[in-house]
């Protein structure tokens, strides 16, 4: 019998576009509830009703519509907004929380992405969040250029996702920044950060997920 050994548990994940982070999301999140264990599954950009509007700004339009400060700062604003209304209450009732994204996309995407200084991210986070952080976060590590493919063969079915493509249409030097960048924030945050192989199977990614959190999260009793 799989058992909570100390809930509720902050879970992120993370990685550049096309990488297969609200698959696993919606898969771990099934796995959770096939064992009765209570969270929610929430997104960044986004997640809260006034942050979703923030999101509309962010996802779609040019990719130069916004300097790179203004950005940051609609991201924050954004994620402010989803820890008070949503995050933060579910942790405080006992909820797990599955986040597509949270503070490591802005590090990788804003910082080693855009240039923004890792201090000014590091100041504004402690502003925001209020000493929430994730448990746990998995990056999903993939070649951009393979990701970038994979979010165009998948906007041909799915109009919400054709629409949302501002990242998408970044320069290939700016997504191959954001890897190096992710990467570099799984090596020095080893104890809450682990790097999947994106280009594996669905499945053989979802196995070693799943067993890291059994490990992590949950315990085995008979």
């Given at each position: 019998?799989?058992?909570?050994?100390?809930?509720?548990?902050?879970?992120?994940?993370?990685?550049?576009?096309?990488?297969?982070?609200?698959?696993?999301?919606?898969?771990?999140?099934?796995f959770l509830s096939e064992r009765s264990i209570d969270h929610i599954v929430t997104r960044e950009p986004g997640g809260s009703k006034s942050a979703e509007i923030i999101r509309?700004?962010?996802?779609?339009?040019?990719?130069?519509?916004?300097?790179?400060?203004?950005?940051?700062?609609?991201?924050?604003?954004?994620?402010?907004?989803?820890?008070?209304?949503?995050?933060?209450p579910a942790l405080d009732d006992g909820l797990w929380v599955l986040c597509d994204r949270f503070v490591d996309s802005t590090y990788a995407y804003q910082g080693y992405g855009?240039?923004?200084?890792?201090?000014?991210?590091?100041?504004?986070?402690?502003?925001?969040?209020?000493?929430?952080?994730?448990?746990?976060?998995?990056?999903?590590?993939?070649?951009?250029?393979?990701?970038?493919?994979?979010?165009?063969?998948?906007?041909?079915?799915?109009?919400?996702?054709?629409?949302?493509?501002?990242?998408?249409?970044?320069?290939?030097?700016?997504?191959?920044?954001?890897?190096?960048?992710?990467?570099?924030?799984?090596?020095?945050?080893?104890?809450?950060?682990?790097?999947?192989?994106?280009?594996?199977?669905?499945?053989?990614?979802?196995?070693?997920?799943?067993?890291?959190?059994?490990?992590?999260?949950?315990?085995?009793?008979?």
């Amino acid at each position: 019998m799989i058992e909570n050994k100390s809930p509720p548990f902050f879970i992120t994940f993370e990685g550049g576009e096309g990488v297969g982070k609200s698959t696993q999301v919606n898969r771990l999140s099934k796995f959770l509830s096939e064992r009765s264990i209570d969270h929610i599954v929430t997104r960044e950009p986004g997640g809260s009703k006034s942050a979703e509007i923030i999101r509309d700004l962010l996802v779609n339009g040019e990719p130069d519509q916004w300097d790179s400060e203004t950005e940051l700062l609609l991201h924050f604003a954004a994620r402010r907004d989803h820890l008070a209304r949503k995050i933060t209450p579910a942790l405080d009732d006992g909820l797990w929380v599955l986040c597509d994204r949270f503070v490591d996309s802005t590090y990788a995407y804003q910082g080693y992405g855009y240039g923004i200084s890792p201090n000014l991210i590091d100041n504004i986070y402690k502003f925001v969040a209020d000493e929430v952080f994730p448990d746990l976060t998995f990056i999903l590590d993939l070649n951009p250029e393979e990701g970038i493919q994979r979010t165009k063969k998948r906007s041909l079915s799915n109009k919400e996702v054709l629409s949302e493509d501002r990242y998408e249409r970044m320069e290939i030097e700016f997504h191959k920044r954001i890897r190096k960048g992710f990467k570099e924030i799984a090596f020095t945050n080893r104890e809450r950060c682990v790097l999947v192989d994106a280009s594996l199977g669905e499945q053989e990614i979802y196995n070693n997920i799943v067993s890291i959190v059994i490990a992590r999260c949950l315990e085995i009793t008979t």
